[in-house]
T-cell receptor
Framework: NAGVTQTPKFQVLKTGQSMTLQCAQDMNHEYMSWYRQDPGMGLRLIHYSVGAGITDQGEVPNGYNVSRSTTEDFPLRLLSAAPSQTSVYFC???????????????FGAGSRLTVL | SQQGEEDPQALSIQEGENATMNCSYKTSINNLQWYRQNSGRGLVHLILIRSNEREKHSGRLRVTLDTSKKSSSLLITASRAADTASYFCATDVGPGTYKYIFGTGTRLKVLA
């Protein structure tokens, strides 16, 4: 099983450029989410989804868009990158609440983004 | 704002010793989890404790939860060099919220 796959692993952008971080899971998880990790800040929730067509905001959603057209994929879009978005981004997924194994998040390996 | 905060921020111990790290959170929770992150990697789930549980064990891990104090502790017994990592607590504030909030982490270094 691949688990949660994130691409790219590393990316350098210039201020104002746009890009999409990809996340795919092959575990039939209904719940998917994006976090950013900054030194001394821990992980902060950006956006999450509880199923195809359903998304919601987390703690720090500004500057990011998401969509969930399939159960497997949950891309994170930066429309106009800013230096403050320099971070390591993690995608995580789990079964829906109430299902066996729910709440336990499986994380991807991370995507390191630098915005110059 | 962070729901959970770990204490201490960093901990250095000798191999074979026990490591204890603490997590405090702000609001009522449904459950609390602990995750480990090795340098440069994603987080890996260690253990989940529900709000109606007080203690849980998994191998060399022991987790306690005190909902009256809004705190949890993770004890790693007989630590090994391979336990060197950052440890995070994560809480969800209730069924249906789907917002898992992580603390700032404890960096554990186990010296061989």
């Amino acid at each position: 099983n691949a688990g949660v796959t994130q691409t790219p692993k590393f990316q350098v952008l210039k201020t104002g450029q746009s890009m999409t971080l990809q996340c795919a899971q092959d575990m039939n998880h209904e719940y998917m989410s994006w976090y950013r990790q900054d030194p001394g800040m821990g992980l902060r929730l950006i956006h999450y989804s509880v199923g195809a067509g359903i998304t919601d905001q987390g703690e720090v959603p500004n500057g990011y868009n998401v969509s969930r057209s399939t159960t497997e994929d949950f891309p994170l879009r930066l429309l106009s990158a800013a230096p403050s978005q320099t971070s390591v981004y993690f995608c995580a997924s789990s079964f829906r609440q109430g299902a066996p194994g729910a709440n336990v998040l499986t994380f991807g390996a991370g995507s390191r983004l630098t915005v110059l | 704002s962070q729901q959970g905060e770990e204490d201490p921020q960093a901990l250095s111990i000798q191999e074979g010793e026990n490591a204890t790290m603490n997590c405090s959170y702000k609001t009522s929770i449904n459950n609390l989890q602990w995750y480990r992150q090795n340098s440069g990697r994603g987080l890996v789930h260690l253990i989940l404790i529900r709000s109606n549980e007080r203690e849980k064990h998994s191998g060399r891990l022991r987790v306690t939860l005190d909902t009256s104090k809004k705190s949890s502790s993770l004890l790693i017994t007989a630590s090994r060099a391979a336990d060197t990592a950052s440890y995070f607590c994560a809480t969800d504030v209730g069924p249906g919220t789907y917002k898992y909030i992580f603390g700032t982490g404890t960096r554990l270094k186990v010296l061989a």
